[in-house]
Every structure is written in structure tokens, then in C-alpha cells.
């Protein structure tokens, strides 16, 4: 690397060759971690010191090689981190102009259409109709032997709607 290192990070292109290498480099040595922590997991089972008890060999195999393994989880989770770094990187500065431009295309949209203010959206008046509808209902109209169809009258409704509670007018 030069020393123009904050110039090239300034820009996508810069900033996502800068973390694909990092990304690179930290998944090899994550790898290489592993590998080195199955080897000295292996060579330290099979030495034995004189003294040792059962599993005094498994048990020191396993410490030893527990910090070649938590070395390994870092590197990797340092590689995801530059990962993430380019994702939002690129999400929260480059797409910024795009996600602006479609939420006023979005707001202009909406805005033609002729749709009111989110405080008096359409469902005003359909309330205002289902509620005047369940107060003082209409009597349906009954179908006739001849085909035609007449309406109920309010007192003969009444009957109708007396045990629900709702007064017919």
C-alpha cells in the first residue's frame, strides 16, 4: 500500500479493494489458525509426560489448542467486520443520493394521485357511513310473489331488530 491510503478509502471503489484484501488476508490466517490448533491438538494427545494421569494429556492438548481455535474465531470475525464495514459503507453514504431520489419520486407519486394527508386518509367517511348504517339500520327489501320487491316499513322492521337492541327510526 502507499501512503494515499485516506484518498483511496474516500471512494467505493477504494474502500471496497481496501476491505476485500483485509477480508482476504484475515480468512487465510483464520484458516491457518485452525489448522495449526488441529495439529497442536494432535502432537499433544500423543506426548506424554512422565507423571501424567489419565487425561492429563487430552486436558493439555485441549488448553493449549483452545487459543489457536479463539484466534481462528477472531481472525474470521475481524474478516466479517470488514465486510460489514463495505456493506454499510456503500448502503449508508453511496446509495444515500438513489434512496433520496426514489423517496421523492415516491412522495411526488402519492402526492398526483390527489390522496389526503395521513390524518384524513378515506376511511373517514366510510366510518362515518358503517356507523350511521349500524345506529338506524334500513330494513331490507323483501322479494314479492310477482317478482317485484318492496320495502318493510320502520314499525314492522322494529320487530325485527328489537332483540338486538338497535332501534330502528
Given at each position: 500500500m502507499?501512503?494515499?491510503?485516506?484518498?483511496?478509502?474516500?471512494?467505493?471503489?477504494?474502500?471496497?479493494?481496501?476491505?476485500?484484501?483485509?477480508?482476504?488476508?484475515h480468512h487465510n490466517d483464520a484458516m491457518h489458525y485452525r489448522q495449526m490448533a488441529d495439529r497442536?491438538?494432535?502432537?499433544?494427545?500423543?506426548?506424554h509426560i512422565d507423571g501424567d494421569g489419565m487425561f492429563s494429556r487430552w486436558w493439555r492438548a485441549w488448553r493449549v489448542a483452545r487459543l489457536a481455535r479463539r484466534m481462528s474465531d477472531l481472525s474470521a470475525k475481524i474478516a466479517a467486520t470488514n465486510q460489514a464495514l463495505y456493506s454499510t459503507y456503500h448502503n449508508q453514504v453511496t446509495r444515500v443520493p438513489e434512496k433520496r431520489a426514489a423517496a421523492e419520486a415516491k412522495k411526488s407519486l402519492k402526492n398526483n394521485h390527489g390522496q389526503l394527508p395521513a390524518g384524513q386518509q378515506m376511511n373517514a367517511p366510510v366510518m362515518q357511513f358503517s356507523t350511521g348504517n349500524f345506529l338506524n339500520p334500513t330494513p331490507p327489501p323483501v322479494q314479492q310473489n310477482n317478482g317485484s320487491t318492496a320495502t318493510v316499513s320502520t314499525a314492522e322492521w322494529s320487530i325485527y331488530t328489537e332483540f338486538d337492541g338497535r332501534q330502528a327510526q
Open positions: 502507499n501512503g494515499n491510503v485516506p484518498d483511496a478509502i474516500l471512494t467505493d471503489p477504494g474502500l471496497q479493494s481496501l476491505t476485500s484484501e483485509k477480508m482476504r488476508i497442536l491438538n494432535a502432537h499433544l494427545r500423543e506426548h
